[in-house]
């Protein structure tokens, strides 16, 4: 347990940032498995759920939730299926 004020502070603050991450990388997580399965059924808008997932990819690295190589890696690996589904 923190016993110092500003330690207490620091333990509530890093307590929201963990609540915030885990929201945003949920988040993500539910829109590459809707992304995926609608790659895998072939449906119409694949297409825009996987830009919807790359936007959020972007953002999520750009606020420091997940690292620039991941970000990359993943959409690559997204767009690369999505492309081969289309052929």
């Known amino acids: 347990m923190p016993n110092t004020k500003s330690a207490k502070k620091e333990l509530r ?13 949920d988040n993500l997580k539910g829109l590459i ?3 995926r399965k609608a790659i895998e059924a072939k449906d ?9 997932t790359l936007k959020a ?10 690292k620039k190589n991941t970000k990359d ?15």
């Open 13 to 25: 603050k890093s307590k929201k940032r963990q609540i915030y991450n885990k929201n945003i990388k």
């Open 44 to 52: 119409k808008t694949a297409k825009e759920l996987v830009d919807k």
């Open 33 to 35: 498995k809707k992304s």
């Open 73 to 87: 890696r993943k959409k690559s690996r997204l767009y690369k299926k999505l492309n081969q589904s289309q052929e």
């Open 57 to 66: 990819f972007d953002k999520a690295a750009q606020k420091g939730i997940i």
